[in-house]
């Protein structure tokens, strides 16, 4: 690894659900931003929580904390786009899944980094968004229609809530509700 750094395993456990998250770093910017594996665990274990039906047993997700480099190949690779995006989610295979290990989450800190600045969001925050976005793919949810995008988000703010994030959507719909007739 660049920053020479250890993977961190961390897990959390209540209600019957225990969650691992392996959280691996390339590079120290992620570090250096002051993203904890504490953190990131807190994000995946309230999408689980956040997202029907309600589970038992144990999960692990891995959350791979890279680069726009490595991201843009990632990119390119599994959705033939040559250009960075802020997160990708991997779902495992279903003899993995059955095992308890749902996927990864992959997170790139460049585009994550210029979305939190540009939007001015606190970067904590996003990045929490973020892994529970990911995390609600793994689990099966998608956005590609407005019916199952309208779920997603509502998922993602309740999960948000639990973690005291505000509704990272809420300008957006306000300033639509200004431009509606």
């Given at each position: 690894m660049a920053d020479g750094g250890p993977s961190r395993k961390s897990a959390a456990r209540s209600s019957g659900?225990?969650?691992?998250a392996d959280v691996v770093r390339h590079g120290a910017a992620w570090r250096q931003a002051g993203?904890?594996?504490?953190?990131?665990?807190?994000?995946?274990?309230?999408?689980?929580?956040?997202?029907p039906p309600a589970r038992q047993g144990t999960y692990a997700v891995t959350i791979v904390l890279t680069d726009d480099e490595e991201m843009r190949a990632l990119n390119r690779t599994w959705r033939g786009k040559d250009a960075p995006t802020n997160v990708l989610s991997f779902p495992a295979s279903d003899a993995v899944s059955e095992a308890g290990l749902i996927g990864d989450v992959v997170l790139a800190y460049e585009a994550t980094h210029k979305e939190a600045r540009d939007e001015r969001l606190v970067l904590a925050d996003h990045v929490s968004h973020l892994?529970?976005?990911?995390?609600l793919h793994l689990?099966?949810?998608?956005?590609?229609k407005d019916e199952e995008a309208e779920q997603m988000?509502?998922?993602?703010?309740?999960?948000l809530a639990s973690l005291g994030i505000a509704d990272p959507?809420?300008?957006?719909?306000?300033?639509?509700?200004?431009?509606?007739?």
């Open positions: 659900l225990r969650l691992e993203v904890t594996a504490a953190m990131l665990e807190r994000a995946a274990r309230a999408a689980f929580t956040a997202a892994v529970v976005h990911g995390v689990l099966g949810f998608d956005h590609e988000e509502d998922l993602e703010r309740t999960a959507y809420a300008e957006r719909e306000a300033r639509a509700a200004e431009v509606s007739p």
